[in-house]
Each structure stands twice: as structure tokens, then as C-alpha cells.
């Protein structure tokens, strides 16, 4: 690497290195599942040392657990910017969804680290899993018109609804068409606080 | 299941008649002793993942449950996966065979209706069996690909009991293609939410929150809400 680009500074190699890492084994787990998935495949792909994957996680799982942390962070932060920068209570529901749709349709292989592989491959990353539905649920909870008196866990339905129908779509190998279900989820998560067709238009910034 | 119409017995109750049999020299036919062994590992694998977790439940654990030596397991099963995979197959398709018989008996009664029936059938279940909706919904989608295909599987046949008859939104448009999928996704995922919060043990309380959702993203809340607790 230094030969390469003997002006960077070391920092930013390393976490460039991880970030590789990190994206080796979403493509790899991706393609071919957590199990399937050896070291070996992920320091090819990620065009580093053995050593250096050892340098920086403890082994496969770490590799993994991090990656999905890492990716399921990025997602959260999006959505909430997204609702954070809208006005009006549908509105902030309609900009999240959209913010995470378009965010899996820009990274088909994290979404389905995340969204799919992560539930089955290993306790901890299951864990990871839950956690990641329980922050979109408070935040669903947060963002949600208020006013409607309606069953205490209507947002994990709701969100267990939504993410059903995007795993489905991921595990198809069609997670870059996924904002197409933009307008379909949106009055499905609304509804029930609008009432059902009364959910405002399209609402998609085209 | 076992012969002489068994196929409505619970798990407990199967272990509970497994236990009468005589032993030594009863006189059932080896078939009928083979059978009822891999009934009772398969009941012995849902009390034991239930009990202690996909990880900790080894072939060991449900030889013991089941009363079924560890070669004998070999005999049925080739691994603790075939085994599960046995025992998902049976689950499901006795939470089917459920609530079929429930939309059954609400035959000529209108959409909603027949929603609650369906929906009680399956929450009556899962109350008097929390193994049974552990696997289901919680352990299967742990497992891998292969449960993971019949989990999906499941959740497709009573997305298809949902969509037949389903009416049009309250302002006549029609209601997204995606619903009736979401809400069976949504309802399954919330369950087993509730049961890794270690609520399991009372499905059952939750019928009226799990048809309010059903019933809202068709007919919207306050309506859901009248069909609801007008019982």
C-alpha cells in the first residue's frame, strides 16, 4: 500500500483496510451465505494480509459482527436524518422509509448481511438483528402521527411488516428495484394512524 | 401422527400417552414403536429448544427428553438439523391444520370475521403451546436456508387466508398489493418480539392487538377497533 501511495497518512490506510474487510464479507456472505464464507475468500476479496484481518478483529465472527453493526448504524443515522429534516408527521414516516429504501437499493450486499443473513448465521448477529428493529420501532413510535389511540405494539407489527416484505424482496436478488415498494409501505405503516386510504399522495421526491 | 386419529394432541399430551405405553413386551408392532419414537424425539426437540435455545439443545438432550436412546436417535434422524427440520415441518402443519378447521367453521361469515376466527385459532394455540410458537416463529428463522424456506412457506398460506375476500379500502381505492403480506410478516415478527421479551407464556392476551393490525390496514383503526372489542 505505502508504495502505492506513499502520501497517505497510516490512519487512513488502516481504516480503509477495515472498511475493505468490512465490505469483503458483506459481498461474500451475500453471495454465498455466512457459513460457506473462509478467511481465506475474505483477505482475497478485501485484498489484504491474513495478518492484517487478524490485526484488527478477532476472527470471522468479529469480521461479521462488526460489519453488521457497522452497516445497520449507517442505516439508522440516514433514516433519522431523513426524519429529522422533514416537517409534518406523514411526511417524516414517508422521508424515513424513503431514506431506507434508497439506502438498500445503494447497498444490495449490506442489506443482505443485515436484513437476511445476520438473522440466521450466529446468536450474536441475530442479536444485532433485533436490536437494529427494536431502534427503527422507537423510532417508528417517535416519529409517528400522534393522536390515534392504537394497540401498544402497533410499531413493531408495523415495522416487522415493512421489514418482512423488504427481506423478501433482498432475498430475491431484487434489493436495487426495492424503492418501488416506496408508495405501497408508506400507506401500509400510515394507515393505521390516517386511516386507510387517506393516506396523501405519492409522496416521493422524484 | 400416530394412528387412530391423534393428529389434533398437543405435544404435552403426546409425551403424557407415550409415557402409559407398557413397556417390554406390549405388543405393538415395531412400525408403531418406531413411530411413536420419532414422534417423541420430535416433541422432545420442540420442549428442549424451548427450554434452552437452538446452541444448548444437543441429541443428547432430546434422547433424554423423549425417553429415546442416543443410537436409537441415529435410527430416525441423521442429525440434530433433520431433526429440527422434522420438527418445524410438524409444527406448521399442525398450526395450519388449526386454523384451517377455525376458517372452516366461519364459512359464510364476512371477511372480518373470518380474520377473527382464524386468528383466535392461531393465538389459542400458541397460548396452550409456547414451544410450538417458539419454534415457529423464533427459532426457524435462526436455523438457516432450509427452515428459513418454510418459515416463508407458512407465512404465504395465510397470506392467501387473508387476501381471499378482503375488502376494499373504507374510500372504495384499493388496498396495496403488499398488505395482506405485511400484516402476516407484521403479525408474526410482533409475536416473536414478544417472545424474546419473555412474554411466550401469553400469546394468547395479545389476539386483540394482533387483529386490531390486521383489520386496520383494510378497514382502518376505528373500524378494526369496533370489530375488535365488539367481540
Known sequence: ?206 | MGPGGESDSTVADFIARMDRLPRGRHGLSPEYVARNQRERLIAGLIEALYDVGYQKTTVSLIGQQAAVSKSDFYKHFESKDDCFIAAYEMAVERIREHVDLACGEAEGHDWAQRVRHGLAALLDLFDAEPALASIVLVEGLRAGRGVYDRYQAALESFVAYLREGAPLSPTGAEVPEATAEAVVGGVASMLGRRILAGEGEHLGQLFPESLEFALAAYLGAEEARRITSAG
Open chain 1, 1 to 206: 500500500m505505502t508504495s502505492m501511495r506513499p502520501e497517505l497518512p497510516r490512519e487512513f490506510v488502516a481504516g480503509h483496510k477495515r472498511r475493505r474487510m468490512m465490505d469483503a464479507i458483506a459481498e461474500l456472505t451475500a453471495e454465498q451465505g455466512y457459513e460457506a464464507t473462509k478467511i481465506a475468500d475474505i483477505v482475497r476479496r478485501a485484498a489484504v494480509a491474513r495478518k492484517t484481518l487478524y490485526d484488527n478483529f478477532d476472527g470471522k465472527e468479529d469480521l461479521f459482527l462488526s460489519a453488521i453493526d457497522t452497516s445497520l448504524r449507517e442505516m439508522r443515522v440516514i433514516v433519522e436524518e431523513a426524519c429529522e429534516r422533514t416537517q409534518g408527521e406523514e411526511e417524516k414516516v414517508s422521508a424515513g422509509l424513503e431514506a431506507l429504501l434508497d439506502y438498500i437499493a445503494g447497498h444490495p450486499a449490506e442489506s443482505k448481511m443485515c436484513l437476511v443473513e445476520a438473522i440466521s448465521a450466529t446468536p450474536s448477529s441475530a442479536r444485532l438483528y433485533d436490536v437494529g428493529v427494536r431502534h427503527f420501532v422507537e423510532l417508528l413510535r417517535a416519529s409517528a402521527p400522534s393522536g390515534a389511540d392504537l394497540p401498544k405494539t402497533i410499531e413493531e407489527s408495523l415495522v416487522g411488516g415493512v421489514a418482512w416484505i423488504i427481506q423478501q424482496q433482498v432475498r430475491r436478488g431484487e434489493a436495487e428495484s426495492v424503492l418501488e415498494l416506496h408508495d405501497e409501505l408508506r400507506q401500509f405503516v400510515l394507515s393505521p394512524y390516517l386511516g386507510v386510504g387517506r393516506v396523501g399522495g405519492a409522496g416521493r421526491r422524484k
